[in-house]
């Protein structure tokens, strides 16, 4: 499970890179479904990169919604 959801991460990142802002966050947010109850440092990292790259992606509902889900994950 903490496999599956470090890749969903980095290829929500990819995504990004690529310009395909919808389907980053997309992936993301089945990246926070997958990483539901695992604890690891690794999971966490993927966590405050996304909530460092969130500030640049338009203001949707959609990454409303990931900033909120993240930041119930980590506060």
């Known amino acids: 499970k903490r496999t599956r959801a470090i890749v969903l991460a980095d290829l929500g990142h990819v995504q990004l890179e690529r310009g395909n802002t919808t389907q980053a ?3 993301w ?3 926070i479904d997958c990483a539901e109850g695992v604890q690891s440092v ?6 405050s990169n996304i909530t460092a790259r969130l500030p640049a992606i338009p203001n ?3 990454a ?4 909120e889900r993240i ?3 980590v506060g």
């Open 29 to 31: 947010r089945e990246f």
């Open 71 to 73: 930041a119930m994950r």
């Open 25 to 27: 966050l997309a992936t």
């Open 60 to 62: 949707t509902a959609t």
């Open 42 to 47: 690794r999971i966490q990292h993927r966590l």
């Open 64 to 67: 409303r919604e990931l900033g």
